[in-house]
Every structure is written in structure tokens, then in C-alpha cells.
T-cell receptor, first 111, second 115 residues
Framework: GQNIDQPTEMTATEGAIVQINCTYQ??????LFWYQQHAGEAPTFLSYNVLDGLEEKGRFSSFLSRSKGYSYLLLKELQMKDSASYLCAVRDRPDDYKLSFGAGTTVTVRA | GAVVSQHPSWVICKSGTSVKIECRSL??????MFWYRQFPKQSLMLMAT?????????EQGVEKDKFLINHASLTLSTLTVTSAHPEDSSFYIC???????????FGEGSWLTVV
């Protein structure tokens, strides 16, 4: 089966940095996605890691270590609009676009 | 703009009736699309894989006779909730993979309320 773990909630101050960790144990691995989801809306794509290392995209960065089954999403210079749920998802086969999701981490940014 | 579009965004129906939700890939063709369901404050749970030109593949515990999936073209998949009950009220989201971008996109989602 698929087992994807991430913290349930995190709180941070506007302008600060928050790191959301995700660990996974899956039957296969062909990439890890991070999505942002605001309440009542569909997820929006943030990042995709398939090789080890850090991918930086503006204020958001994502890191992957395949040997450790570990990823994190780093949010810098937090803004109020970053308050949302962040979903870690694993794709287990290269020819398949099916994703297994973690439960999601709700990030609350406070002024 | 959206590359995967869902319709309707909101739908209210009476118990016992059927509701159809459409999912379209706008800029690419998708031989497979995926249907997820999300209850409040929970993560997305995969319901089924929609396969173009063949039967859908359902996840364990999902009733295929209740959730009918049709994928008649490379850009359109439909999910029909048959004989809907209040416990079917949920947020339904589809996704599709764009091979050229190696990215998975989600539709806007459809809120279903059964009264």
C-alpha cells in the first residue's frame, strides 16, 4: 500500500519561513508533487521532484531524497495568501498519472 | 487559464436522481483521467481511473455501478453519480496528465450536494 505522512497543521508569522516535511513509503516511485489547495478550491501545482536535490521556484522550494523517502516544501517570505492546505503526492509509475496523496498540511499565516 | 476544466462547479440534486460531471482537457489529449473525491478537511481519495475507449478502473471500495465513468474521447471524461444519496455529497475533482509538460493538472472541482 501507499503511506504518505505529513504534519496536520503548522502556524507561522507573515514574512517568516516554514518547512513542510513529507515522508513516503510507496510500492513504486516516479516523482513527488506538491500542491497548494485553498478551502473549497481544487489543488494547484507547485512543484515536481523526481531526482534528488532542491528545486527552487521563487518563494517556494522543494527538496527530495529518494533514499530516505523524504521531501520538504519550503515557503519563504510568507504572505497571508499562503494560508492554505499543502498536499504531498507521489506518482508511482512513469506511465501513469495517478497520484497518492498525503492527508495535507494546513498552514496558517498570522500577521 | 485552466488546462483541465470541470463542469458544473456546483450542483444540488434530490436524493434518488443522477448527476453528471464533465472533465475536459483543454490544451492536450489525455488517454487517462482520474476522478477523486474529497470530504471536508480530508485529503483527496482516488475513486477511479478513466481510460479512453475502455472501461474505467475503480479503486477498492468504490461502487462502479453507482459512479459511472465514460471516457469517450481523448479530451473528455464524465462521472455520473447514480441514485444519489446525501452521503454522496462531496467535492469531486478530476485530473489529467500532460505528457508534453510531464505535469498533472486538476480541474476546478465540482461541489455536489444531495438533498
Amino acid at each position: 500500500g501507499q503511506n504518505i505522512d505529513q504534519p496536520t497543521e503548522m502556524t507561522a508569522t507573515e514574512g517568516a519561513i516554514v518547512q513542510i516535511n513529507c515522508t513516503y513509503q510507496t510500492s513504486g516511485f516516479n516523482g513527488l508533487f506538491w500542491y497548494q489547495q485553498h478551502a473549497g478550491e481544487a489543488p494547484t501545482f507547485l512543484s515536481y521532484n523526481v531526482l534528488d536535490g532542491l528545486e527552487e521556484k521563487g518563494r517556494f522550494s522543494s527538496f527530495l531524497s529518494r533514499s530516505k523517502g523524504y521531501s520538504y516544501l519550503l515557503l519563504k517570505e510568507l504572505q497571508m495568501k499562503d494560508s492554505a492546505s499543502y498536499l504531498c503526492a507521489v506518482r508511482d509509475r512513469p506511465d501513469d498519472y495517478k497520484l497518492s496523496f498525503g492527508a495535507g498540511t494546513t498552514v496558517t499565516v498570522r500577521a | 487559464g485552466a488546462v483541465v476544466s470541470q463542469h458544473p462547479s456546483w450542483v444540488i440534486c434530490k436524493s434518488g436522481t443522477s448527476v453528471k460531471i464533465e472533465c475536459r482537457s483543454l490544451d492536450f489529449q489525455a488517454t487517462t483521467m482520474f476522478w477523486y473525491r474529497q470530504f471536508p478537511k480530508q485529503s483527496l481519495m482516488l475513486m477511479a481511473t478513466s481510460n479512453e475507449g475502455s472501461k474505467a478502473t475503480y479503486e477498492q471500495g468504490v461502487e462502479k455501478d453507482k459512479f459511472l465513468i465514460n471516457h469517450a474521447s481523448l479530451t473528455l471524461s464524465t462521472l455520473t453519480v447514480t441514485s444519489a444519496h446525501p452521503e454522496d455529497s462531496s467535492f469531486y475533482i478530476c485530473s489529467a496528465g500532460d505528457r508534453s509538460q510531464n505535469t498533472i493538472y486538476f480541474g476546478e472541482g465540482s461541489w455536489l450536494t444531495v438533498v
